[in-house]
Structure formats: structure tokens, C-alpha cells
Nanobody
Framework: QVQLVESGGGLMQAGGSLRLSCTASEPTLLSSYSMAWFRQAPGKEREFVAAITWGGDSTYYEDSVKGRFTISRDDAKNTVSLQMNTLKPEDTAVYYC????????????????????????WGQGIQVTVSS
């Protein structure tokens, strides 16, 4: 069983920055997975934020976070991160780390990268609150 653990959330003023991290307990190696971040605000569905493929050669972003958020991975540290800059109140949500074994080099993955159903494992989530 893959256990993902998010960290780095909290309260930040609008315009500020936060960095979320996702790690996995041993013996899981995140280098075997393509990874993503999703978020869910109260009363709303879980939505895609960003994804990074196995090997880190490709990244994907939801339109509202492009230019503000950056997803990255450090396989040596078994960590995937989400750097969030220029935060806005509408970024307030619980953020989830997710992992998939789906092959990331083909159209199946690319057409579903933003769908929660593509991902096999999820963290418990971490709260990010942005005040105006």
C-alpha cells in the first residue's frame, strides 16, 4: 500500500507563497509514479492543479495556476513539491497529492491527466488558506 503524506500547508496572505511537499513512506519510491496535485474547496468538487510525469520530462497545469504554481520532483529525496506563488483567496482549499502508475508517454495519460480517476493513490490532504 502506497502512503502519501503532504506537508507545508497553512495560512498565508494574498500575494504570498507556500511550498507543499509530498513524500512516501518506505519502501515506496515515488520515482516509479507520475504525480499530481489536486485541491478541493468547501462545497466544490476536487479539481486538478498540476501534474508531473515519471522522470519529470513533462508538466501540466490548470489554467488558473499557470505562471504562479510550479510542480517539481526530487526522486533522490523521494519528494514531489508544489511551489505556490502570488497566492489568491480562491486558492484556498485542501490540497491532495496523488500518484499513478499509468504510462505517461501516451494519449491515454495525456487525455486523463486532470481526472481524479486516473490516480491510484492519494494522500490525506493538507489545508491551504489564503486571506485577502
Amino acid at each position: 500500500q502506497v502512503q502519501l503524506v503532504e506537508s507545508g500547508g497553512g495560512l498565508m496572505q494574498a500575494g504570498g507563497s507556500l511550498r507543499l511537499s509530498c513524500t512516501a513512506s518506505e519502501p515506496t519510491l515515488l520515482s516509479s509514479y507520475s504525480m499530481a496535485w489536486f485541491r478541493q474547496a468547501p462545497g466544490k468538487e476536487r479539481e486538478f492543479v498540476a501534474a508531473i510525469t515519471w522522470g519529470g520530462d513533462s508538466t501540466y497545469y490548470e489554467d488558473s495556476v499557470k505562471g504562479r504554481f510550479t510542480i517539481s520532483r526530487d526522486d533522490a529525496k523521494n519528494t514531489v513539491s508544489l511551489q505556490m506563488n502570488t497566492l489568491k483567496p480562491e486558492d484556498t482549499a485542501v490540497y491532495y497529492c496523488a500518484a499513478t502508475l499509468t504510462f505517461s508517454g501516451g494519449p491515454y495519460y495525456r487525455s486523463r491527466v486532470d481526472r481524479p480517476s486516473l490516480y491510484d493513490f492519494w494522500g490525506q490532504g493538507i489545508q491551504v488558506t489564503v486571506s485577502s
